[in-house]
């Protein structure tokens, strides 16, 4: 895979971007650009976009703003305008070492689209991507000519290998629990008791103070679940709301999933993300591709985060860019693919 990635500060700058028809372009642009279809189709070229909370260039988080990837024509994109009603039977995933996949970070169906997808997709594939989505406006988030989509994805298939590390850093701070009734995201009991009280008084206990209900939500985001895979590894789910008895997670979970509740320092995240750039970096990666999850930056703060990917930079190193995500979606072509919270996926691409 040849990287070309341009990062665009204006829409002006945008409209006057030297596009061409011999060649396919990715446009990722924060929540605050503009966005005109009618101006990119006088363009005459191919194009897929999609909208996320802030992008990530060098060693900058980019507020405003656009990444433009310029792909080779002979470059394969699928745009799905709908992951829910999407026949996998005739698609070409399994003729591609690594499919990079942006999905809509806010869709009920990105997990059972992602499930279909592992379906029909080479054992030894990469897979690497994130989520798309605002939690500002109430829009579509992913486009190409035709307008912007909801409950969409786009796949970009290429034959180069890129190596994937997750990096996480959270620790167990109560646990495991037996999740003992749940419905797509949302859990209602944990060994039979309710999730909400169990899972508050956790908190309340590590903090040794009652917590009021307006509290609590600000509080909720330093304490992820992690569901269960084996003795080191958790798929990282992120309470975002409660109502009632019951929590509601940003992805789904599963009855009888087994789960930890988590912690972690500063400390801990940093270090981990240190150690998964050297783990993309082994086979000779020149470029990092970065899918941050926005509630782990919103963890970390911004300044903090910015030290970190200072830190990422080497002299080996060409180019750093990314995304900062609504979901993360890793597999390296050994474990079944997840869609992961409060994680950082670091793609290393060697050209």
Known sequence: MSVTVALLETFEQLENFNFSSKNKYLILCTENTKIDIEILNKKAMEYYGAIFPKLIFKDKIVENGYLIFILKADSHIEFIENMHFYDFKNTTLNNYNTLITIIDGLSEYNV???????????????????????????????FNKNGFFSDSSIIVMVNNSIDIAVSDGWQVLDGPFVVTSSEGKAIKELDYKSALELYKSIIEKDLNRKLEMEDF????????????????????????????????????????SVINILKAKQSDLLKSTFETRNKVLQNGAKHLMIFECVSRLEYLSASTYIKELKKLDSNSIKTIFGVISIGEIANSGEDYISLLNKSCVIGGICH
């Open 217 to 256: 939500y600000t509080l909720m985001k330093d304490y992820p679940l992690g569901i269960v895979k084996n003795e080191d590894k958790y798929i990282l789910r992120d309470p975002i709301y409660v109502s009632q008895d019951t929590i509601y997670l940003a992805g789904d979970i599963e009855n009888s």
């Open 112 to 142: 059972s689209f992602l499930e279909n997808m592992f379906e029909y997709t080479n054992l030894n594939s990469s897979i690497i991507g994130g989520g798309a989505g605002s939690f500002k406006k109430n829009r579509k988030h992913l």
